[in-house]
């Protein structure tokens, strides 16, 4: 019922930046808690940047200074804004939410300051891969 279309991933030189956005629809209210998550190869999925259903930002510190989670109500969307990207920063970027009390919850690895949904993700987009190269 619910359907997250992720966009905006591509490739960039270190230090530049890019917008991913996430479209989100079949689900009557907008304001419900979502993270951005990358997955490296051959490394577990983790969290990065997490908005509560009060609006309130967290993020990672590798990313903290460099990152801004928003979100846009009225269109149904969730943004990552990236600046200042690095080679580490490279990986295929999931958005997520949790919504309602239906279907599998899952519970990824949080990078250190991340605060994520304490009920886990039961929805998740289908990925956008981020390169950054020197």
């Known amino acids: 019922q619910v359907q997250l279309v992720e966009s905006g991933g591509g490739s960039v030189q270190a230090g530049g930046s890019l917008r991913l956005s996430c479209a989100a629809s079949?689900?009557?209210?907008?304001?419900?808690?979502m993270g951005w998550f990358r997955q490296a190869p051959g490394k577990e999925r983790e969290g990065v940047a997490n908005i509560d259903s009060d609006g309130g930002p967290s993020y990672a510190d590798s990313v903290k200074g460099r990152f801004t989670i928003s979100r846009d109500n009225a269109n149904n969307t969730l943004y990552l804004q990236m600046n200042s990207l690095k080679p580490e920063d490279s990986a295929l970027y999931y958005c997520?939410?949790?919504?309602?009390?239906?279907?599998?919850?899952?519970?990824?690895?949080?990078?250190?300051?991340?605060?994520?949904?304490?009920?886990?993700?039961?929805?998740w987009g289908q990925g956008t891969q981020v390169t950054v190269s020197t």
């Open positions: 079949g689900y009557t209210y907008r304001s419900y808690c």
């Open positions: 997520a939410a949790e919504v309602g009390y239906t279907g599998f919850f899952v519970r990824p690895r949080a990078l250190s300051g991340v605060r994520l949904c304490s009920g886990g993700y039961n929805y």
